[in-house]
């Protein structure tokens, strides 16, 4: 749970990623990560709004689906209110998603994780 709440810890504020894209980074099933932020005991420290499922629908939330919707919102994400929808563009591509990976990987190395 440490490593994917690292992970989710650094994306940044306009961008999200899908528990899909999560899991395999964790090699794990997308349930497991769904699992994980439902249990991050700092859901606005560790921005667990920023996972979205693979269809870039919300997902759920532990303050509920409209205040995911309203913070993601605020961050400068697209959010189709009607449908639950995220705008595509906000996700993080393949080549940021690895760049964001090796940051995580230097930050743990150094300090002794």
Known sequence: MRRALDVVSRIP???VITYSM???????SPRVV?????????PL???????????MTLGGYS???LIK???????????DLETGKVDRRALLTREELERLLRRVDLLREAIGW
């Open 69 to 79: 919707a309203y913070i993601l919102m605020r961050e400068g994400v697209e959010v």
């Open 22 to 28: 999560l899991a395999k980074v964790l090699n794990t």
């Open 34 to 42: 769904g699992g994980y932020m439902a249990k991050n005991p700092y």
């Open 13 to 15: 504020r306009g961008r």
């Open 63 to 65: 303050f509920g689906k």
């Open 45 to 55: 420290i560790v921005p667990c709004h920023r996972v979205v499922r693979a269809d």
